[in-house]
């Protein structure tokens, strides 16, 4: 038996806090909140992931307050207990953003003002003008950090904690409230492409759902099985092959977002 894992991205958490420029306490503890929308967000996915779940599930979250929150509402109404696993965490901004608006002060305080601005007077398009400006810092921040030997060690961590997802998946489907940068990170790894180009893509509370095939499918030469990608997971040895040999992946969907269109509210957002 195999199962589905569905990689759930956290709901829309703060990111005007993190940009309202309380910079030495960091971006990260203000960032890590959901809003009123990442709170609607959650239940919606909630309701749509109770519909599919049709043989019961594990439930895993990364230990961050905006993926234990966003999974809340399923773990509460399934009468589940999430597992924690740390490697489903996300890359610590304040590490990765932080020194590069401490190398340019002006798109700091830039960033701040205009947020400021659209918290005082609840201005809609001033709020967009600073997630637009936040997206510049973050993608700008994050060309340096890749090429970086802290971006190995965080895509590793991924890997194990998927690895440990794949085992669980085997008997049951898995649900894993997570961050866009694990996403990335697994989504980018089963196509070899670059977790650039996935980076900021991810839709806030959208899914991204892959099937983990049986071990005895075979494989053919070019590391495809019946249309899945066989995924490198953990553990590894020291030339980076899994040790047991590689698992048969399949991504279903990426980035999954139907579930949001509420009709009510603006619920579609990447930040």
């Not at 005082?120 to 700008?140: A, Q, S, T, Y």
């Not at 980035?255 to 949001?260: A, D, I, M, Q, R």
Request: glycine share 10%; proline share 3%; net charge negative.
């Amino acid at each position: 038996m195999t199962g589905t894992i569905y990689l759930l991205r956290h709901g829309q958490a703060d990111s005007a806090a993190a940009g309202r420029g309380q910079w030495q306490r960091g971006m990260e503890e203000q960032y890590d909140r959901l809003t009123c929308v990442g709170r609607r967000q959650a239940r919606l996915v909630a309701a749509e992931l109770q519909r599919r779940l049709k043989g019961g599930a594990v439930l895993v979250s990364g230990p961050l307050r905006r993926q234990r929150d966003t999974l809340a509402p399923l773990a509460e109404s399934l009468e589940l207990d999430p597992i924690l696993i740390e490697g489903w965490c996300e890359f610590n901004s304040d590490s990765v953003v932080m020194p590069y608006l401490d190398e340019h002060p002006e798109e700091r305080d830039r960033l701040a003002e205009v947020y400021r601005q659209a918290e005082g007077g609840g201005d809609w398009e001033l709020l967009i003008e600073g997630h637009r400006l936040l997206g510049i810092v973050l993608d700008r921040a994050l060309s340096r950090w890749v090429d970086a030997p802290e971006f190995q060690e965080f895509r590793s961590e991924v890997l194990n904690a998927f690895a440990t997802v794949v085992e669980l998946a085997r008997e049951r489907d898995v649900v894993v409230a997570t961050s866009g940068g694990p996403i990335s990170v697994i989504v980018s790894s089963l196509f070899g492409s670059h977790f650039r180009h996935l980076i900021g893509r991810t839709y806030t509370a959208s899914l991204t759902v892959l099937r983990v095939l049986s071990r005895e499918a075979g494989a053919s030469a070019d590391g495809w099985v019946g249309g899945a990608r066989q995924l490198e997971v953990a553990p590894f040895d020291g030339g980076g092959r899994g040790v047991d040999g590689l698992t048969p992946v399949r991504l279903v969907s990426y980035n999954e977002h139907s579930h949001l269109f509420d009709g009510a509210e603006r619920l579609l957002h990447l930040r």
